[in-house]
């Protein structure tokens, strides 16, 4: 039996993964850098790099059990912003190809809203 204790364990364990990871492909990557270019955002080899070092440190911090609350923040930022620039110019191909691009970014917020709202400050 999972103790509440231990499912915010494996809640941090996981959404620290995921960021981690994602900045990590970000930083090692040399694709995803003409990626941010196409997106038509201000210095988009700036934002990337701001965005990977975010991720992989939020997401250490979260791993770590030190400063989630904090630490969630900047990656509910990031999630709504990849949702508003890569998933909203979607929706012309239909509501159901824009839920399906958009899931893992929903399922991220809600985690992220959970371990927001659940932590200690």
């Not at 941010?36 to 991720?55: K, Q």
């Not at 030190?66 to 979607?90: D, E, F, Q, Y």
């Amino acid at each position: 039996m999972y103790t509440s204790i231990s499912v915010m364990k494996l809640l941090r364990y996981g959404v620290g993964y995921v960021f981690i990871v994602s900045g990590l492909m970000k930083l090692l990557s040399t694709d995803l850098s003409g990626y941010f270019m196409s997106l038509g955002i201000p210095y988009p080899r700036e934002v990337m790099y701001v965005v990977a070092i975010t991720e992989v440190l939020c997401g250490g911090l979260i791993v770590l059990d030190k400063w989630v609350k904090r630490a969630s923040i900047p990656l509910l930022i990031i999630m709504v912003g990849a949702i508003l620039l890569t998933k909203v110019p979607t929706l012309h191909t239909g509501i159901l190809q824009f839920a399906f691009d958009a899931r893992l970014d929903v399922v991220m917020i809600i985690l992220l809203f959970i371990l927001y709202n659940r932590h200690a400050k």
